[in-house]
């Protein structure tokens, strides 16, 4: 397994300001990718984190809503945005391990709340 | 549109008992499929991967994938207070990035003692 590290774990904000969340691997990954859980629902994918390149956006996500950067294979960022209340959410990343085929891990998660 | 259904519970058992989980999903093409535990407050933690037709056991666990039927389901044996959670199935996009997952919205299971 890995060990996955998120900051900030919670947070507060405003509307309309943006927030940037940061994901630590312990260890070398080649995937990394970035979940929203709603309040009462199922994680949704909104993201794969590429190093090196441009992430790999799901439908009904996109980039200038949720930039995210990958510079190198342990660490990556997503940043949600001019929030708004609807994207009061758990953002979750997770990584899959080499050998370990298609197996996630996810990280503790960060609490959004946007006011 | 890709779905996996899952039944949103809650499954409540008493302890000793097996607790039955069912999921199913609608792309013919998937090949995997997981079973993460998620307590109230934490991340989804990985309990099963399977990939082929019929079962896989793991300790108390046992999940079973028929993919004719599109369907797949975990089996916990000898249940305990502690397998209280919300349990989510999982399943992989056919022919993608290795690791992207669709969840079903997961089934809450209480076990009492």
């Known amino acids: 397994s890995a060990v996955i590290s998120q900051k900030p774990s919670r947070d507060i904000c405003q509307r309309g300001t943006s927030l940037t969340i940061q994901c630590q691997v312990d260890s070398q990954v080649t995937m990394m990718f970035w979940y929203r859980q709603q309040p009462g629902q199922s994680l949704t994918l909104i993201a794969t984190?590429?190093?090196?390149?441009?992430?790999?956006?799901e439908s009904g996500f996109v980039i200038d809503k949720f930039p995210i950067s990958r510079p190198n294979l342990t660490f990556s960022t997503l940043t949600v945005s001019n929030m708004s209340p609807e994207d009061s959410s758990i953002y979750l990343c997770?990584?899959?391990?080499?050998?370990?085929?298609?197996?996630?891990?996810f990280g503790p998660g960060t609490r959004l709340l946007v006011l | 549109q890709k779905e996996v259904e899952q039944n949103s519970g809650p499954l409540s058992v008493p302890e000793g008992a097996i607790a039955s989980l069912n999921c199913t999903y609608s792309d013919r093409g998937s090949q995997s499929f997981f079973w993460y535990r998620q307590y109230s407050g934490k991340s989804p933690e990985l309990i099963m991967f399977i990939y082929s037709n019929g079962d896989k056991e793991d300790g108390r666990f046992t999940a079973q994938l028929n993919k004719a039927s599109q369907y797949v389901s975990l089996l916990i044996r000898d249940s305990q207070p502690s397998d209280s959670a919300t349990y989510l199935c999982?399943?992989?996009?056919?022919?993608?990035?290795?690791?992207?997952?669709?969840f079903g919205r997961g089934t809450q299971l209480t076990v009492w003692p």
């Open positions: 984190a590429n190093q090196g390149s441009e992430a790999t956006y």
């Open positions: 999982a399943v992989g996009l056919p022919g993608s990035t290795l690791g992207r997952l669709y």
């Open positions: 997770s990584v899959s391990l080499q050998g370990a085929r298609e197996t996630q891990y």
